[in-house]
């Protein structure tokens, strides 16, 4: 049976942009459909989220041909330090002792999405549909069908997969009636920049409070990246008052390792909760990145982890195609599926684990923390392991 598409992508933020690139070399006929025209994307604040780039990351996007074009917007991290407020455990790892160039980098979103636009814009074998709502969906044994809403005009196209890379709302999730669990953590990140009377010298850290951990992450400009989690009332407190007593409490709570602190961008609130799709599979759909699984900010992981679900899904599609065989066959979803969800077992474990152990405010667990922050100064390996993990720095993948 003849379809209009071989793939239809929902969502061309980070995962599906990634994704529409990552097939874009093949002659896989795609569409992608995207919500938000470029320019309102362009204006969102949203985009100047930080996001911590682990190194298994780097590669990833080097592979999609991305990352040279974007390295110079990126900062370099050359240290990081990890502390607990009001204690002593403190654990300190440097890229010149691991023998690397960088831990990490940190790019806001913003940069690696203009990027993609502008390939996409580029691809002759990619068909847009911007800005374009998917307002239905079906799937059979043949075809996956998608109703789409641009501007008032309503239209139906198909394809033999369609994949749901429409981010933590996915109204593909939604209309595939694809259940969740949630996590509410009763936590908010309040994201902001700052600037630093010293230099930050390529230093990130990430201080564990009762509270909830702060996050600071060198950017240009020499200004560093906020990612501040509070509980839900005090997060509401601090967004309602002013910003003079906003960064006084800030600066409280990081004190003056780098000097004072100066507001340079508005402050934004997200809530926190982990939030996992049950299933990432209905017939000829599946679901990926944050359509699936909404993490905690404090281990930087949902962009890595989202990547990941990009690059498997890529390879085991051109293999499939390549074949000569169907890309949206059940039992082929279902292997890739299951592929993925030891991957993500692991990352939203170890995430879910981290912010229990830093937010509880216990004595014994206090103890049993900077213990073994400190124990992890005097051993490398397990140092260097924590401190990359809980950044979302991990190498492994
Ligand atoms: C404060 C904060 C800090 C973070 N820090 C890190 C970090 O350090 N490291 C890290 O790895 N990750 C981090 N993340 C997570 C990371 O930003 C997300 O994992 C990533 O953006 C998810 O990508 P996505 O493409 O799945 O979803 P999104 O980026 O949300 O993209 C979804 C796209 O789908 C479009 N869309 C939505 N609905 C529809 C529709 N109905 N029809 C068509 N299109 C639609 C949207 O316009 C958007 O373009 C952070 C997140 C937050 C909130």
């Known amino acids: 049976m003849q379809v209009d598409y071989d793939v239809i992508i929902i969502g061309a933020g980070l995962a599906g942009g990634c994704l529409a690139l990552a097939l874009a070399a093949t002659d896989l006929r795609i569409a992608v459909v995207e919500a938000n025209a470029r320019e309102q994307r362009y204006a969102s604040p949203a985009g100047d989220r930080a996001l911590a780039l682990a ?65 996409l814009a580029q691809s002759p074998n990619i068909t847009q549909f911007c800005p374009a709502r998917i307002i239905g969906i079906s799937s059979s044994t043949q075809e996956a069908s998608v109703s789409l809403k ?36 009763g936590q908010t990140a309040l994201v902001t920049t700052v600037k630093t009377t010293k230099a930050h010298a390529n230093t990130a850290y990430e201080r564990f409070t009762a509270a909830g951990p702060l996050a600071l ?17 005090q997060a ?18 990081f004190g003056y390792r780098l000097g004072e602190l100066t507001l340079t961008a508005p402050r934004r609130a997200f809530p926190l909760s982990l939030i996992r799709a049950k299933h990432m599979q209905v017939g000829r759909v599946i679901i990926i990145g ?38 949206g066959e059940n039992g082929f979803l279902h292997a890739y599926v299951q592929k993925r969800l030891k991957d993500h077992n692991r990352v939203i474990g170890f995430t879910d684990g981290l912010i229990k152990l830093f937010s509880n405010q216990s004595n014994i667990l206090a103890i049993a923390r900077n213990t073994g922050l400190t124990f992890l100064d005097h051993l490398p390996g397990a140092k260097s392991y924590l401190a990359r993990r809980a950044m979302g720095l991990s190498v492994d993948y």
């Open 150 to 185: 641009q501007a008032d005009q309503a239209s139906v196209i198909n394809a033999r997969l369609v994949v749901g890379a429409d981010g933590g709302q996915s109204s593909v999730r939604k209309l595939l009636e694809i259940g969740q669990n949630i996590t509410d953590y």
């Open 55 to 119: 190194g298994g990351t780097i590669t990833l996007l080097d592979n999609l041909g991305i990352w040279e074009a974007i390295k110079p917007q990126a900062t370099p991290i050359a240290h990081i330090h990890v502390s607990d407020q009001g204690h002593f455990g403190k654990t300190r790892l440097s890229a010149e002792r691991e023998g690397v160039p960088a831990l990490g980098y940190v790019i806001t979103a913003r940069s690696i999405e203009d990027h993609i636009a502008n390939l």
């Open 217 to 233: 992450l060198p950017t240009t400009n020499g200004q560093s990246s906020v990612v501040w989690t509070r509980s839900t009332e």
């Open 290 to 327: 944050n359509a699936v699984h909404q993490l905690h900010p404090v281990a930087g992981q949902g962009f890595n982890l989202g990547l990941r679900d990009v690059i498997v899904l890529a390879e085991q599609l051109i293999q499939q195609h390549t074949a000569g065989l169907d890309i």
């Open 236 to 253: 509401a407190a601090l967004m309602a008052g002013s910003e003079a007593d906003f960064m006084a409490q800030l600066q409280s709570c």
